[in-house]
Nanobody, 126 residues
Framework: EVQLVESGGGLVQAGGSLRLSCAASGFTFDGYDIGWFRQAPGKEREGVSC????????YYADSAKGRFTISSDNAKSTVYLQMNNLNPEDTAVYYC???????????????????WGQGTQVTVSS
């Protein structure tokens, strides 16, 4: 069974940092593109960052550029999202998915609907 489990969220003050993890199981992790998305209350889910599983680089939404860093540990089948200098606008539930194609110029879903983990809540206080 393909499964993605997000973790690492929490409550942090503005300017603080968090590192989110997306742990994959049930499929061969190597070579899969992974994307991080977030959904704030009352808003649509939006892309934050993605990383290519084939060495094709990473992509960051404008909101994440300069503050967030995505990385992958194939040995642990885990993708990380290091988030620095957080602000209240980053408050959302963060999700990861393997149903994306990722390049340095953007991302696209490869399956509709995409399969998501349960998400991890990030709350940034001002």
């Amino acid at each position: 069974e393909v499964q993605l489990v997000e973790s690492g969220g929490g409550l942090v003050q503005a300017g603080g940092s968090l590192r989110l993890s997306c742990a994959a199981s049930g499929f061969t992790f190597d070579g899969y593109d992974i994307g991080w998305f977030r959904q704030a209350p009352g808003k649509e889910r939006e892309g934050v960052s993605c990383i290519s599983g084939s060495g094709g680089g990473a992509y960051y939404a404008d909101s994440a550029k300069g503050r967030f860093t995505i990385s992958s540990d194939n040995a642990k089948s885990t993708v990380y999202l290091q988030m620095n200098n957080l602000n209240p606008e980053d408050t959302a539930v963060y999700y990861c998915t393997a149903d994306v194609y990722c390049s340095t110029i953007g991302w696209a879903f490869t399956r509709h609907p995409a399969a998501w983990g349960q998400g991890t809540q990030v709350t940034v206080s001002s």
